[in-house]
């Protein structure tokens, strides 16, 4: 599944399943962001034909191309509304930290990318890109000073970025054959474990009505993590015989664990378009 190991026969038709989910949704001037669904389908037809073998690895790029879609829908969300109400600063910094550590290994390694031919570069791009989109974001985050809701964007990171840090230094593969590189990999997958959970918790403490594009936000980036997930079932037991044996049990577990933490969102969200009504959250206490 890996850069040097054995390929999977599969294919990456799921890149197109989920590039039109909910684009009936959008009405009057949300018509403009079907422009990023569309666009994301045009982008995925193109990978597909020209950079990818179809094997089941090009998985793990469909999961950055859709955290790179996400972010699209927030910077889109903050350009035509000029109001960052309702996002989770402390989620935008732990994402920088997060692209920051994983391309330190994957633009220079290759141990932990997909043997699909979309990890030669479309993997690292996609990171590149939501990279990119995060620092603007935060950039209108300072902007719009007045819009952000600072008060509820509570989530206490001050003990868990250390330790995610301190763990991954302490605890990780060899896939990379270096321990530099294989540390920043780990310190990037246990930050992206709790990136998500200052925006869960923000919207949980908000309550009501969720914005539009928030919602599809973070239905974009669980999907995104399911197939992280996905490709991490099958992939964890060469982290375990490469390095040592309770980091390719690490990974899977980090995993589960933000597919397990957005159970709560997820059933609300589908609720919601089941019944063709808005998504609500139930306001914490």
């Not at 190991?5 to 599969?10: A, L, Q």
């Not at 959970?197 to 908000?206: E, F």
């Amino acid at each position: 599944m890996f850069a040097g190991g054995s390929r999977d026969s599969s294919t990456v038709s799921l890149l197109t399943l989920v590039s039109f989910l909910d684009s009936s949704q959008y009405r009057g001037d949300g018509k403009r962001y079907a422009v990023g669904y569309i666009m994301f389908a045009i982008c995925t037809l193109v990978v597909m034909r020209l950079f990818s073998d179809g094997s089941y690895s090009a998985i793990l790029t469909l999961g950055a191309a859709l955290q790179c879609l996400a972010f699209h829908f927030l910077l889109s969300k903050v350009q035509m509304q000029k109001s960052v109400a309702g996002l989770s600063m402390k989620t935008l910094e732990v994402y920088v930290l997060v692209f920051c550590f994983r391309l330190s290994s994957t633009l220079v390694r290759q141990g932990y990318l997909p043997v699909d031919r979309s990890g030669d570069f479309v993997y690292q791009l996609a990171d590149l890109f939501s990279l990119y989109s995060v620092f603007q974001l935060l950039h209108f985050m300072l902007t719009h000073r007045r819009s952000y809701q600072e008060e509820f964007d509570t989530f206490a990171l001050d003990k868990c970025v250390p330790t995610a840090i301190l763990m991954g230094m302490c605890i990780h593969g060899n896939m990379n054959a270096h321990w530099f590189f294989d540390a920043v990999w780990m310190i990037s997958m246990n930050l992206d474990t709790i990136a998500l959970l200052p925006q869960l918790w923000m919207l949980s403490k908000l309550g009501g009505e969720v914005e539009g594009m928030t919602s599809h936000f973070c239905s974009a980036m669980i999907c995104s993590r399911a197939c992280v997930f996905a490709f991490w079932f099958y992939g964890f037991r060469e982290v375990t015989t490469k390095g040592a044996g309770v980091a390719g049990w690490q990974v899977l577990i980090c995993y589960a664990l933000q597919l397990i933490l957005s159970v709560d969102f997820l059933y609300y969200y589908t609720k919601a378009k089941l019944l063709g009504k808005r998504m609500t959250l139930p306001i914490s206490i």
